[in-house]
């Protein structure tokens, strides 16, 4: 059943009212559940109980994830497939998450529930990553927490799944975090120096030139690979009220709409969190996630339904469930 929750398709309430009333014909609430007069009435009835339960199982969990990823067979991990070889890489539509890396430290720091490999498979082809340089070697942070992971490590997950998946290219932003932030670079540096399938021009491709590669995003102090542009000002980050932070979403996807396709990759934030704030202290990540993501669904979804040609750039977000990101996917089919 818990894949018939994560996947089935909107059940309208009203849809679900009329299954109501045929269960209610059928005699499944009735307080005795009176025997159903052939097996034929009995396996309809049957039916429609597990539609129903679908149906109420259907709601955040398609847009909101926080448990372990479930694909369907007929699932398009590999869907850079359809983008035209000619367009620009900053020309796409691209869901990413924020923080990528952060499973562990409590609710104040965790942001995703999927690990890396699970993300890419589900669709993430943009990765924010922490990275801390400690004896001259890089490990995964976020804040002081470290994230069981080497940044070796992460290479390695990501050209797996391009070894498998040769038509995808993932975008991968290094933060310098914590001390010896001037050492990232170089470390980085040293790690990829052999890798033919790893981008570090400042160029932007075309995505014939970024299948199968890794492209690295520069920003402040780590200057390796295309330039990057975020809508976010400082301090956007924080929420203390749900319906501000979508109004913000909607000025940095606004902003994010007129900059696509240019020398830099657009980056906007629907991620958030109220630790730290006195209003919204008890706005975990998760808890923010919880509420923006079914918003933002149906926020992109209009463009969709109206068949407008619109790019958005990379968005990141937090905890995003399967049907949010295929909904990022699609705006790139106008």
């Not at 981008?199 to 690295?216: L, N, Y």
């Amino acid at each position: 059943m818990k894949i018939g929750c994560q996947f089935a398709g909107n059940l309208a309430i009203d849809a679900r009212l009329t299954l109501v009333t045929q269960l209610k014909s059928c005699g499944m609430f009735s307080p005795f559940n009176v025997t159903m007069r052939t097996a034929e009435n009995a396996l309809f009835c049957h039916l429609y109980m597990l539609l129903l339960f679908v149906g109420f199982c259907q709601g955040k969990d398609l847009f909101f994830n926080d448990k372990g990823l479930l694909l369907p067979e007929s699932y398009k991990i590999g869907w850079m497939e359809a983008i035209d070889d000619d367009k620009l890489i900053s020309d796409i539509t691209i869901p990413g998450t924020h923080d990528t890396m952060a499973l562990y430290g409590g609710p104040a720091a965790e942001c995703q529930a999927w690990d890396l490999g699970d993300q890419l498979r589900a669709g993430i082809r943009y990765l924010d990553l922490r990275i801390f340089a400690f004896e001259n070697k890089l490990y995964v942070m976020h804040w002081v927490v470290y994230q069981h992971k080497s940044f070796y490590e992460v290479l390695d997950t990501i050209r797996v799944f391009l070894s498998e998946f040769r038509s995808e290219a993932v975008l991968v932003r290094v933060k310098p975090d914590l001390f010896d932030k001037e050492n990232v670079e170089e470390l980085v540096g040293k790690m990829i120096i052999d890798d033919t399938d790893v981008w570090v021009k400042s160029d932007m491709p075309t995505m014939a030139e970024a299948r199968g590669k890794m492209i690295f995003v520069q920003k402040s102090n780590f200057k390796l690979g295309i330039p990057l542009l975020e809508t976010d000002s400082k301090g956007d980050y924080e929420v203390t009220h749900i319906a501000n932070k979508e109004n913000k979403i909607v000025k940095h996807l606004t902003q994010a709409s007129g900059d696509c396709g240019g020398d830099y990759i657009v980056l906007s934030y629907s991620s958030g969190t109220g630790i730290g704030t006195l209003l919204g202290m008890f706005l975990t990540p998760k808890k923010v996630a919880e509420k923006i993501n079914p918003w933002l669904d149906q926020y992109l979804r209009q463009f969709s339904r109206d068949h407008n040609s619109v790019c958005f750039g990379v968005i990141a977000m937090d905890f995003p469930g399967i049907d949010l990101i295929q909904t990022v996917i699609k705006i790139n089919d106008w």
